[in-house]
């Protein structure tokens, strides 16, 4: 009888919650003995996961954002750093949250104890320092996108590109109709999705600009509707306080969850930056890709960067393939005039959906099983 793995696996955000889950679920199909401990959100816990704390207490984005939370965020730190120097786990799995999650790596790998990181940081595009610290923190990168592995490769830091579980969730085809019909959206109504993020700090900077946009647009086009999907519940209740304070006579449909068959069910998408645009490009939809964060944290952070682009749809194809709208950029006025082109330009769309079929197809690596594969491998067990 083979003998139960004891793994230590944190997610600080629900993306990283959805690469939890999926690589949680591939690691049993492979070592079906396997117990899981740290900290994730529904979908980790679902596999089988207890939290240690709310996931949603991570959940914070910025340079200077995380410091007024600093207090609680070092002793959660300190909190999982002592539970797994005592519980010695086999494993200890970091999903994202660099910041987070590689100060407990570089702790517990000090310890003897194995460690591994699962999806880069942005080395390649600000603070490349950071890379000789990831040396000394993981005994494993797993990296989603092909561009990101030179990089380590370069620094003698072993390294896995697993593809990303979305390209091998989305099919390369969208049923738009289908998308439609579930949420009971017309077939012949014109769509714009509106999606400005998950976080508070997030939607509170993007929704009312994204909402004002909404506003204009429906001057130039009287029949459009607008869809949010809402991240949480907190996220809805913050939205449609917003709504109905300023923007009562708006014709917005407001959803639980379910971003993605929103976006499909999309003409175009106004979107906040991260993890939601590579599912957009992957949904080979129309995108207006937006960021906005304190003037503070924009301030130190746009002096770092060493990258022309900040969206992943740009990163990925090396070009520029969508709008991006950043800090004062995105205001009403300039977000309609870019929508305009996403609405009306269907020649240009065409030529855009070759480039996100392309990369579409780069990212189809099998991911979970893949990274779950590299894991196993990494601590020589196989089921």
């Given at each position: 009888m083979a003998k139960t793995l004891r793994i230590g696996i944190l997610a600080g955000?629900?993306?990283?919650?959805?690469?939890?889950?999926?690589?949680?679920?591939?690691?049993?199909?492979?070592?079906?003995?396997?117990?899981?401990?740290?900290?994730?959100?529904?979908?980790?816990?679902?596999?089988?996961?207890?939290?240690?704390?709310?996931?949603?207490?991570?959940?914070?984005?910025?340079?200077?954002?995380?410091?007024?939370?600093?207090?609680?965020?070092?002793?959660?730190?300190?909190?999982?750093?002592?539970?797994?120097?005592?519980?010695?786990?086999?494993?200890?799995?970091?999903?994202?949250?660099?910041?987070?999650?590689?100060?407990?790596?570089?702790?517990?790998?000090?310890?003897?104890?194995?460690?591994?990181?699962?999806?880069?940081?942005?080395?390649?595009?600000?603070?490349?320092?950071?890379?000789?610290?990831?040396?000394?923190?993981?005994?494993?990168?797993?990296?989603l996108f092909p561009f990101e592995k030179p990089v380590y490769e370069k620094h003698n830091v072993a390294v896995h590109c697993v593809g990303h579980p979305l390209a091998d969730l989305i099919p390369l085809e969208v049923d738009k109709v289908s998308a439609r019909e579930a949420l009971g959206i017309s077939a012949s109504a014109q769509v714009l999705a509106l999606l400005p993020g998950s976080r508070g700090g997030e939607v509170g900077r993007l929704a009312p600009v994204f909402l004002e946009c909404a506003s204009l647009c429906l001057q130039h086009w009287p029949q459009l509707q607008f869809v949010i999907p809402c991240a949480n519940v907190a996220r809805?209740?913050?939205?449609?306080?917003?709504?109905?304070?300023?923007?009562?006579?708006?014709?917005?449909?407001?959803?639980?969850?379910?971003?993605?068959?929103v976006m499909a069910a999309a003409d175009a998408i106004l979107i906040a930056s991260g993890t939601a645009t590579l599912e957009a490009l992957l949904l080979k939809k129309p995108m207006l890709v937006c960021y906005k964060m304190s003037a503070l944290s924009y301030a130190l952070i746009s002096r770092m960067l060493k990258v022309p682009y900040f969206s992943l749809p740009n990163l990925l194809a090396g070009k520029k393939l969508v709008e991006e709208r950043v800090q004062g950029e995105v205001n009403a006025e300039d977000l309609l005039q870019s929508l305009k082109s996403l609405l009306e330009d269907e020649n240009k769309q065409e030529q855009v959906n070759l480039e996100y079929l392309k990369i579409h197809q780069s990212l189809r690596k099998n991911a979970n099983a893949s990274a779950a594969e590299a894991v196993l491998n990494l601590i020589s067990v196989r089921g």
């Open positions: 955000e629900s993306s990283g919650d959805i690469l939890g889950a999926g690589l949680m679920q591939a690691l049993k199909s492979q070592y079906p003995e396997i117990a899981f401990e740290g900290i994730g959100g529904e979908l980790m816990t679902a596999q089988g996961l207890q939290s240690m704390v709310p996931m949603e207490r991570l959940s914070v984005m910025g340079l200077i954002e995380p410091l007024k939370r600093l207090p609680e965020l070092l002793r959660i730190r300190k909190q999982v750093i002592h539970y797994f120097l005592k519980q010695q786990p086999d494993v200890f799995i970091g999903i994202d949250s660099p910041d987070f999650n590689l100060n407990i790596e570089k702790r517990l790998k000090q310890a003897g104890i194995t460690t591994v990181h699962y999806v880069s940081p942005s080395v390649w595009a600000w603070r490349s320092k950071r890379i000789h610290k990831i040396a000394q923190a993981v005994d494993l990168m797993l990296t809805r209740e913050q939205i449609e306080n917003l709504v109905s304070d300023s923007f009562q006579n708006l014709p917005v449909k407001l959803i639980d969850g379910r971003s993605r068959e």
